[in-house]
């Protein structure tokens, strides 16, 4: 079993960078392929970012390609999402997603075994 906690949201201004991080706890995340994901007011949850178990492979959602960035450190056990030139329309719930190391890590935008908490980010104009 993971659990997964989210840190690091808050209210920001159009234009400026949040760093959110996620702790895991129960495994080693190092066996595990991580994301991330957000849910706006009133919109379905959709897929942000994902990075592979060995952290070699990265993609991202077509909105926050070149803004955001995904990165892993397994020796503290913790996935951050870098977010710059935020924008209003990134305003979401944002949550850490992990699926096992031994599947594609792009199948963590269909499928996840372990969700976060969440944690709110909103960004003012």
């Known amino acids: 079993q993971v659990q997964l906690v989210e840190s690091g949201g808050g209210t920001v201004q159009a234009g400026t960078s949040l760093t959110l991080s996620c702790v895991a706890s129960?495994?080693?995340?190092?066996?595990?392929?991580m994301g991330w994901f957000r849910q706006a007011p009133g919109k379905e949850r959709e897929f942000v970012a994902v990075?592979?178990?060995?952290?070699?492979?990265?993609y991202y959602a077509g909105p926050v390609t070149g803004r955001f960035t995904i990165s892993k450190d397994d020796a503290e056990n913790t996935v951050s999402l870098q977010m710059n030139s935020l924008e209003p329309e990134d305003t979401a719930i944002y949550y850490c997603?992990?699926?096992?190391?031994?599947?594609?890590?792009?199948?963590?935008?269909?499928?996840?075994?372990?969700w976060g908490q969440g944690t709110q980010v909103t960004v003012s104009e």
């Open positions: 997603a992990a699926n096992s190391g031994m599947v594609d890590y792009l199948s963590l935008r269909q499928n996840v075994d372990y």
């Open positions: 129960g495994r080693f995340l190092g066996h595990f392929n």
């Open positions: 990075i592979r178990w060995n952290g070699r492979s990265k």
